[in-house]
């Protein structure tokens, strides 16, 4: 699971709120200064009742759009040769786990074993991806010791979800490959069982491809291919309107990112609840979404949204 969590350098989310902290104090010293000026406008008016002394309006521009729109071109949104390696050594193990599955089944013509595991594995990863959403967006934070980058490149999504539609490829994907690559090489290596080789393969596949399925739920339809559009209105990934619930108060719902499949069956048992008050009485420990939604949870809009 440390692979999952390879520090960006820096992250669009510390970015972003570092430019947003810089924004809050430019208007905060915009506003001292002009209540000075209106202060001293009052006195002299009190004083010379002859002299017209104009108030200058002090403007304090919002730079939120200016921020966002720079962070745009954040190199943390970018690919680099290590990112692709990765990526490329995650579908290469994948396929190879993927291939003796069908390769067995092919001597044996026995398809329905594979066929059932590789839909198993299916389910499981979104369920698995829902699970490691949900702790992560509700516990720790960026100092948290080996999951810190993760949680805050979660966390801060919240605020700025349009971010992920802009990391390219092999960057949206590269730790979750990375991990996949390290998981799936030992068991490449071993004699397993076709139905196993099957449901690993497709659970894995899922799993680092999930990252990918959540950014194209935060893309609209204008901007997708047409194979996307119909996977999701088939309800085989997960889609922009039925993720959006994640995105909405009480923020506590929707979690998982493949299918969203379970996320029905999961809210309506309030099964992250049971789970939370598990944690809070075990360890004491509050999650997010028990706190009154602040800042850091609501949504700014997309600076390029006309794109």
């Not at 520090?7 to 947003?20: C, D, G, I, V």
């Not at 967006?137 to 992920?164: C, M, R």
Request: proline share 5%.
């Amino acid at each position: 699971m440390a692979a999952l969590t390879q520090q960006f350098q820096p992250s669009p989310t510390h970015t972003l709120r570092k430019r947003a902290a810089a924004t809050a104090t430019a208007t905060a010293t915009a506003t001292a200064t002009a209540t000075a000026t209106a202060t001293t406008t009052t006195t002299h008016r009190r004083c010379v009742a002859t002299l017209h002394v104009p108030q200058v309006p002090t403007s304090a521009a919002p730079l939120s759009s200016n921020v966002l729109r720079q962070t745009l071109d954040d190199p943390s949104l970018k690919s680099t040769w290590s990112h692709r390696a990765w990526v490329a050594c995650g579908c290469t193990t994948i396929a190879f786990t993927l291939a003796k599955s069908m390769a067995m089944a092919a001597v044996s013509s026995s398809w329905l074993e594979p066929a059932g595991a590789g839909t198993l594995g299916y389910f499981v990863a979104d369920l698995a991806t829902g699970i490691y959403h949900w702790a992560i967006d509700n516990y720790g934070d960026a100092s948290t010791p080996v999951f810190g980058s993760q949680i805050d490149a979660f966390q801060g999504h919240h605020k700025w979800p349009w971010t992920i539609t802009r990391r390219q490829f092999a960057n949206n994907l590269h730790a979750l490959a990375r991990a996949t690559t390290i998981t799936l090489l030992p068991l490449d290596l071993l004699p397993l069982d076709m139905g196993l080789e099957a449901f690993v393969s497709v659970c894995a596949g899922c799993i680092m491809f999930s990252q990918q399925f959540h950014a194209w739920a935060h893309t609209p339809k204008s901007r997708l291919s047409s194979i996307v559009i119909v996977l999701q209105d088939a309800g085989l990934l997960v889609s922009r309107s039925k993720h959006a619930a994640h995105h909405r108060t009480p923020y506590n719902n929707n979690y998982c990112i493949v299918s969203g499949v379970w996320n029905g069956a999961l809210d309506e048992a309030r099964f992250f609840e049971a789970l939370e008050m598990v944690v809070f009485f075990r360890f004491g420990v509050r999650p997010r979404s028990w706190n009154e939604p602040g800042s850091d949870w609501k949504e700014e809009g997309d600076p390029d949204s006309s794109s």
